[in-house]
């Protein structure tokens, strides 16, 4: 009896079977939260890690703004509070008493960020202004799913000032490659498409969104994370100004950028098999699990030993000593999580001085190792799995994008993968007609793959799909 | 002028002057919030850093609850309920409409955390369970103060269970000596007082609350963490109950404990002097700065070269190469700012094949160092700032503590520092007098220094003071 539901009878609730079985996440006591486990939460903190020295090296600093925001900060950008409105907590009673002015729980920052950019820009001296927070956010979901579409999430928002518009969209462009696609595709092993959003996917107050789209083992789109070029419509209704060279008053560029708890569903379902997660050794915050088979003999202390010489050398590494569970058991569960490799050492390995290696990304058959090799012979394979997930992920992706001509072709196609056809053969209208049927423009394309900086070029390419 | 007013004429009003001048933190939009910038954002991350791997190395896993708690949960326990009502944060409308049930903004999270382990734990097999978490918090502050008490504040929250009460308490204390003293000690450079809180000072729904205590330079106490022994009343209302080895069903005992944003006000106005803050190198995201006194010749590029070789060497280091800046300016700056060491290098300098070594902490003579052995000169002079930290402080405050015999006594020697006596000679009803006069019984200790386990026991020492 399998532990999860078959990825080919029930795509959802095998997801569903696999956040529960590997202990991820499950739902919080109020309707759409969720309540983020221990193993789920490593591989948070792993993703943050590795954005957040991508994001200092892009300049940006870390602060922290406040979790409530008064709700006539809304009103001020128009397209902003019509897009958020039907999302938002509104906090009325506090301290015991009813409040004079409402308070929004943040679905986001650009409204007060903004504020505090105004007073704290003055010169184009000051500029660019680079800012980035990790934090929660709230937006009141009526189809949640855990870790898709939660009430709260967790992200990190970066947001920034700059001289020009041009400077404004060449930073934006920065984060989207050297930040996103850069930690998508070396760390989680994910090939992303990276392009513009349609107008009627644009983040509510952005001139241009820009986006990273992943395919998932079902063939469905999921957006991975995006970046906003947001002209200056904050700017202008915040008063984010700046006197240049030459003394003269202007107005600012402004950005915003984020990726959220979002990418641990993606990874999951981008990777995961019928027996459970598989996390890439460049992410995983356990990247090798040293089983002590049994306890018997020095079985144990070779166990420790071997995991201390592993963690000496900077492998990320669990030692399981549970002389008390079986080994099935144990091995069923370090596969449901998804580890990428585990050692198993039990008294016959130990008389031959060996180690027995399991891959769990590929799968690859047992291995003995000698113990006096096994640090080598554990690199090497961390980095030929994080290849190999690449490579599996990659062949899927590209095996599932149809090259199409017609709407109806798209939508065919867009029943298994992802359709790709000229932006001209969709248009707007045709936008309108295939998102009735459930699929929807996840983004445009130049032909050569480069991001276009509006809709109106010519020969753009559509990546058509449906999506989570 | 001097660019802050001087401890001696207003200690809040310099407290104030720090946040503004050294860009620490302002007031958010809503009352009683924060903006913490990113100066003081990066003293944080450094806080995090630290605390964070020693909750690790004491077997603690981090995990993330809901922000948004059902406001029945809050009425299970009743001192629980009691103490936190008057401060909640209350959302009622959300998505558009109004809820049935009231969602209360998390003060503390033992409740939702409460509901969970009950359901993860099963058995003494999946006992101690230990959880933290890193989240914001929001408590109805009527007199906020910025990083002292605000309205929403940053901070972690463990949670844990156990099979007895001796292990519980045990764990308690481990948390409170093995992460928090320890952090304060060797990484800030507070010596803190650990004891018992009286009964009236307790954690609401607490059996017994321990806390470090620090003396800030105005003499008064700041509470710079808690632990709580939380008994079984948590554990019975939320039903967070085990099968111990003998198939018996049995109730956990459980703790929590917690460090807060307000750390980075406790290290204001423990260390900070008239010039500004001063970081303990410990602890700074900034140690030294290289300032390229001008753009003349090689200044610049050696100067780059040389924060390049600190980095290298693992020291945590800024390069200040704007020289258009007039070297005064960006001196005020990084002492306002309290880096611990500025290296100027100028033309003159450079003849020499020197740099110029200026020591913040203890405020030394600026002396000549050879740039050869600038980087080996760096890391001792770190060090050496950090204990000249350490012994200010400890001295500072031994000298401003008094060993007295009568409340009459006490209540005198708080107004120019903390009092030590008998807490047979306070008691409940001492401890009301002088509350009624706003000074407070901090925390009680043995004889020894050690923490008491209970209110009770014979011959306790009480420290009393006025406290933020």
């Known amino acids: 009896m399998p532990a999860l539901t078959p990825q080919a009878d029930d795509f959802p609730r095998w997801y569903q079977d696999v956040l529960n079985k590997a202990e991820l996440a499950e739902n919080g006591p109020v309707r759409g939260t969720m309540v983020i486990r221990p193993y789920g939460y490593g591989l948070w903190e792993r993703m943050q890690a590795e954005l957040d020295a991508r994001i200092k090296a892009c300049g940006a600093e870390n602060a922290y703004f406040p979790l409530f ?264 569960e370090w596969e449901l999580k998804g580890i990428p490799l585990r050692l198993e050492l039990g008294p016959r390995d130990l008389a031959g001085d060996e180690v027995t290696l399991v891959r769990r990304v590929s799968g690859a058959p047992k291995t003995p190792v000698a113990l006096a090799r096994a640090v080598a012979a554990v690199r090497d394979a961390l980095e030929a799995e994080q290849q190999v997930l690449w490579d599996q992920a990659l062949a899927q992706r590209d095996s599932r994008i149809e090259d199409v001509t017609t709407l109806d072709e798209a939508r065919a196609a867009a029943e298994n993968g992802w359709a790709r056809l000229p932006w001209d053969a969709v248009g707007t209208d045709g936008e309108a007609a295939l998102a009735s049927g459930g699929v929807t423009v996840r983004c445009l394309t130049r032909e050569d793959g480069s991001v276009p900086v509006s809709e109106n070029e010519a020969d753009l390419v559509a990546y058509v799909a449906r999506a989570y």
Chains 1, 2 share one sequence.
Request: charged share 25%; with cysteine.
């Open 69 to 332: 925001i008064p709700e006539s900060y809304f009103q001020r950008e128009a397209e902003h509070v019509e897009g958020f409105s039907p999302e938002l907590a509104v906090v009325t009673v506090a301290g015991g008493r009813e409040l004079e002015e409402p308070i929004v729980v943040r679905p986001t920052s650009e409204t007060v960020m903004g504020e505090y950019m105004a007073k704290w820009l003055q010169s184009y001296r000051d500029l660019p202004l680079l800012l980035n927070q990790w934090a929660n956010v709230v937006r009141w979901e009526l189809r949640p799913r855990l870790f898709l579409r939660t009430t709260e999430f967790l992200w990190q928002e970066g947001h920034t000032a700059h001289a020009t518009r041009e400077e404004a969209r060449a930073y934006a462009e920065r984060i989207l490659h050297e930040v996103y696609e850069d930690f998508m595709v070396r760390v989680l092993a994910m090939p992303v498409i990276v392009g513009l959003k349609t107008a009627s996917e644009r983040f509510a107050g952005a001139d241009n969104s820009l986006s990273l789209e992943a395919m998932m083992r079902d063939g469905k789109a999921l957006q991975m994370g995006t970046t906003h070029e947001l002209g200056q419509n904050f700017a202008r209704v915040f008063g984010i100004e700046f006197l240049d060279a030459e003394g003269e008053r202007r107005t600012a560029w402004t950005t915003s950028w984020g990726v959220t708890t979002r990418m641990i569903g993606g990874l999951i379902m981008a990777h995961g098999d019928d027996d459970g997660l598989r996390v890439p050794p460049h992410l995983a915050h356990v990247q090798a699990v040293v089983v002590a088979v049994r306890d018997e003999g020095d079985v144990v202390a070779c166990s420790r030993t071997l995991a201390d010489e592993l963690r000496a050398a900077g492998v990320r590494v669990h030692l399981d000593d549970r002389a008390d569970v079986s080994l099935g058991r144990r091995a069923t």
